[in-house]
């Protein structure tokens, strides 16, 4: 597993890797990837920089979780580069030729993933691809 289970590790790797970024050190390339992400997210730069890593995002406080809104970035980034499920890197070619921008095509398809993700969640199963897939071709 790249992050383990352990909610403030996984935000300090987003912490460090933007502080690499800010500071032109060297990166491995998920730092690299994890940066890039937070660079397209300056509403979120005060989230990885603050010293409040452990901060609780709930729905009742109103904000979104800027740590789970860019891991969803970066888990559609790598479903495109793996094309999977299968068809994905096609949706999102399309989607970002008609929006003309692939973060905002992202921003779309993090919903159909979200939505996705939480039915999973709640039934205590697997994703469902073709679910997925076919919320992603509403787009």
Same mark, same amino acid.
């Given at each position: 597993?790249?992050?383990? !289970?352990? /909610?403030?590790?996984?935000?300090? $790797?987003? *912490?460090?890797?933007?502080?690499?970024?800010? #500071?032109?050190?060297?990166?491995?390339?998920?730092? *690299?990837?994890?940066? *890039?992400?937070?660079?397209?997210?300056?509403?979120?730069?005060?989230?990885?920089?603050?010293?409040?890593?452990?901060? %609780?995002?709930? &729905?009742?406080?109103?904000?979104?979780?800027?740590?789970?809104? $860019?891991?969803?970035?970066?888990?559609?980034?790598? !479903?495109?580069?793996?094309? /999977?499920? &299968?068809?994905?890197?096609?949706?999102? #070619?399309?989607?970002?030729?008609?929006?003309?921008?692939?973060? =905002?095509?992202?921003?779309?398809?993090?919903?159909?993933?979200?939505?996705?993700?939480?039915? =999973?969640?709640?039934?205590?199963? *697997?994703? %469902?691809?073709?679910?997925?897939?076919? /919320?992603?071709?509403?787009?």
């Amino acid at each position: 597993m790249i992050f383990g !289970q352990d /909610r403030h590790e996984l935000r300090k $790797m987003y *912490a460090d890797a933007w502080r690499k970024q800010v #500071a032109g050190q060297p990166m491995s390339p998920l730092e *690299a990837q994890i940066a *890039a992400v937070i660079a397209e997210h300056p509403e979120y730069h005060d989230a990885v920089t603050g010293k409040d890593l452990d901060r %609780d995002y709930t &729905p009742e406080g109103g904000r979104t979780n800027p740590f789970l809104h $860019m891991g969803l970035h970066l888990g559609i980034r790598e !479903q495109v580069a793996t094309d /999977r499920p &299968p068809g994905i890197a096609k949706i999102h #070619a399309a989607l970002s030729a008609r929006d003309g921008d692939p973060h =905002a095509a992202e921003h779309r398809m993090i919903e159909c993933l979200a939505e996705t993700l939480w039915e =999973a969640q709640s039934a205590n199963r *697997a994703p %469902d691809e073709t679910s997925y897939l076919e /919320r992603l071709r509403r787009l």
